[in-house]
């Protein structure tokens, strides 16, 4: 995982991972099968650190706790988010937090598709949300304000009016990443909350 935050996910060979431990990487083959397992393995430990929903709150609640934490998980592990739903296997860990979530959505009234669309929905937005902002958001350390002056410049006079005004407001104010991403979970929990109504 640290070799992953460094360098990204596409340096996690088992010759790099082998360098990085100072052993030679045949030797990794005597504690996982191959890099598929590696990575089914990190996955799970990405998993493990997303709060589990508690019962001591409403569904609501608990859903958005869960979609802060794991946003807040993918932040650190930045390729965690992509390489989730490219897995094919789940750990205890990923069982562990499926199952939490659908007993939430199932203890508040869903049906069981109902519960698992609304998971499904839930996660593709967090996924689908870091994984665009990872693509797309400035460095840790770059001003939003200035993002936007430089889009603005590159607008020619008149071209582009929608994406001139909208920049033209992020180079006024800087861009708040939480509260776009709330609003947008505050839509799902709120049409969510529909279907059980």
Same mark, same amino acid.
């Given at each position: 995982?640290?070799?992953?935050?460094?360098?990204?996910?596409?340096?996690?060979?088992?010759?790099?991972?082998?360098?990085?431990?100072?052993?030679?990487?045949?030797?990794?083959?005597?504690?996982?099968?191959?890099?598929?397992?590696?990575?089914?393995?990190?996955?799970?430990?990405?998993?493990?650190?997303?709060?589990?929903?508690?019962?001591?709150?409403?569904?609501?609640?608990?859903?958005?706790?869960?979609?802060?934490?794991?946003?807040?998980?993918?932040?650190?592990?930045?390729?965690?988010?992509?390489?989730?739903?490219?897995?094919?296997?789940?750990?205890?860990?990923? $069982?562990?937090?499926?199952?939490?979530? !659908? #007993?939430? /959505? *199932? &203890?508040?009234?869903?049906?069981?598709?109902?519960?698992?669309?609304?998971?499904?929905?839930?996660?593709?937005?967090?996924?689908?949300?870091?994984?665009?902002?990872?693509?797309?958001?400035?460095?840790?350390?770059?001003?939003?304000?200035?993002?936007?002056?430089?889009?603005?410049?590159?607008?020619?006079?008149?071209?582009?009016?929608?994406?001139?005004?909208?920049?033209?407001?992020?180079?006024?104010?800087?861009?708040?990443?939480?509260?776009?991403?709330?609003?947008? $979970?505050?839509?799902?929990?709120?049409? !969510? #909350?529909? /279907? *059980? &109504?």
């Amino acid at each position: 995982m640290d070799l992953a935050d460094e360098s990204g996910i596409q340096s996690v060979t088992m010759r790099a991972l082998g360098r990085k431990l100072g052993v030679e990487a045949a030797s990794l083959y005597n504690h996982v099968a191959g890099k598929d397992d590696l990575l089914d393995g990190m996955v799970d430990l990405v998993v493990a650190k997303i709060d589990l929903p508690s019962g001591d709150v409403d569904w609501q609640d608990a859903m958005w706790r869960r979609a802060v934490s794991a946003r807040e998980v993918f932040a650190l592990h930045r390729w965690a988010a992509g390489l989730i739903d490219s897995r094919g296997r789940s750990g205890p860990s990923s $069982l562990a937090y499926a199952d939490r979530v !659908l #007993g939430v /959505l *199932l &203890e508040a009234g869903f049906s069981p598709g109902k519960a698992a669309n609304a998971f499904l929905a839930l996660d593709s937005y967090v996924y689908g949300f870091e994984r665009q902002r990872s693509n797309i958001a400035p460095a840790d350390d770059e001003d939003t304000t200035e993002v936007a002056q430089e889009v603005l410049s590159a607008i020619p006079d008149g071209a582009y009016p929608s994406l001139a005004r909208v920049a033209m407001k992020y180079a006024l104010e800087p861009y708040d990443d939480a509260a776009a991403f709330e609003f947008g $979970l505050d839509l799902i929990l709120d049409s !969510l #909350g529909r /279907l *059980l &109504e």
